[in-house]
């Protein structure tokens, strides 16, 4: 399933369940809920796009996700995540506010690369912490502007 | 005013009329009603800053409170009395007859913010699997399925405190600090999670004290 060049207000489970894969491309996106969304078993692609609200607390991306080349505008609030079995590619995006990452648990891979943190980001803080991200098969980080080891929940 | 320990010892931790969750709902609901009433807030009481009012946990978990020194069970007609004695004066109670009875009663029923607030499908098989992994709970010597339950019980009987974002809980398990994490939008608790200890890291939404719980 491919959206191409639309302006989405909301986007959710019920618009993605049953594809193997959801690729949005060049759309201007208000919401994107995913909230409490376990297992979710799509591959989701999210490419050239401005999403003002990305909702993915406790949302397990089963089948990987790869969010490429878009501006984020809101604070995100990634707790409980994770439980991945293919990778979690960041790349290239611009988060205008600070991204929580809370208690994810990444089963697979996550890679954050070439982004623009604007207010930073907590993947790789909080050690010691009980909430602290666990990686079973390793992150990589590259190029990223902003911090990526904030010892913060929000900012 | 009773201290804590003497009321302890007198085995004073319980809630004679609460036998079902019902009755459980009603006597919280009573309670933020008398806290109202004495012009504080049950996160001052919950967190130990109302000076009339005093909480303590049940071996279940359940919260038993103290109005001077005294437990409250609200369900009787003496203790609701006293509670309102203390804003409406001795006389008024004498005085106000069936009348006073009847606004009494119609307080008493009044529902709380999250009256209909449920669990999202797939929560508590995703609190299973997520929060208990790696073993880090191990430290409380309990189940996997046992924890879980017990986890999910302590979120339900706190639910009338649980307000739309996030929302952290802390306290005590077996003595070891544990926090709970309860995510609710639309009206639907949409996760749970449990991690190790207690942060002091600022966060964002409600925190809720559940005290010292024995597990």
Known sequence: MVKENQNIYLLNQEDIKGHNTFHLINCIINTIDLNGVFELNVHLVIENCIISNLKIHSCWF?????LKNCIVRDY??????GH???PIIIEGNVFTSFFNFFDCQFESRIELNNNVFIKGTNLLGNKGEGFENSFVEGWSAENNVGRIDINEVEV | MRDLQSQLAINDRDCDSCKT???WDAYYQQARNTASMIGDNMDDVDWGFSERMSVVSDEDGHRIYYLDGEKMDLRQYSNRAHAFGSVFGEAL???GGGRFLKFLSSFFKSGGDNVGLIFNKGV??????????GGRHADLGLSVETMASK????????MHLLKAGDNTLIGNINGIQKSFKAFVQDGKVMSVNMYPGVSNRVTQGTTINFGNVTW
């Open chain 1, 62 to 66: 089963v089948n990987g996700l790869l």
């Open chain 1, 76 to 81: 995100v609030d990634y707790q409980m995540g």
């Open chain 1, 84 to 86: 991945n079995r293919s």
């Open chain 2, 21 to 23: 969750q019902a009755d």
């Open chain 2, 93 to 95: 109670l004498i005085e």
């Open chain 2, 124 to 133: 508590t098989e995703s609190f299973t699997k997520h929060a208990f992994a």
């Open chain 2, 151 to 158: 986890g999910m019980n302590l979120v339900e009987r706190n």
